[in-house]
């Protein structure tokens, strides 16, 4: 499956953002979708990530209550509403399918190329 982020930006704190990733190539419906993120000089990191149905979802601490994953396998593409968001939020965002629902980067064979989200003060 081929998948693209996109929606990221400069924005201020306390802005809100919105992320897409947008998926081709295989039943997007079959993919736990998930979203990381690395800031320079960091490991990548987990943000969030949604079932199949999207049924289920899980974050990290450090973005529950402000973040929410979603997706619509109707139109093939997942979500990530970004509320309240913090210096500390600046990264380059991916998304990623896979088949287990799991918040490490190994449980995902797909990636998107990354957006860049960048919150200033």
Aim: net charge positive.
């Amino acid at each position: 499956v081929q998948l693209q982020a996109f929606g990221g930006g400069l924005v201020q704190a306390g802005d809100s953002l919105r992320l897409s990733c947008a998926a081709s190539g295989r039943t997007f419906s079959n993919y736990v979708m998930g979203w990381f993120r690395q800031a320079p000089g960091k490991e990548r990191e987990f943000v969030a990530t949604i079932s199949w149905s999207g049924g289920s979802t899980y974050y990290a601490d450090s973005v529950k209550g402000r973040f929410t994953i979603s997706r619509d396998n109707a139109k093939n593409t997942a979500y990530l509403q970004m509320n309240s968001l913090k210096l500390e939020d600046t990264a380059v965002y991916y998304c990623a399918a896979g088949r287990i629902l799991r918040g490490t980067p190994d449980a995902y064979n797909y990636w998107g190329q990354g957006t860049q989200v960048t919150v200033s003060s």
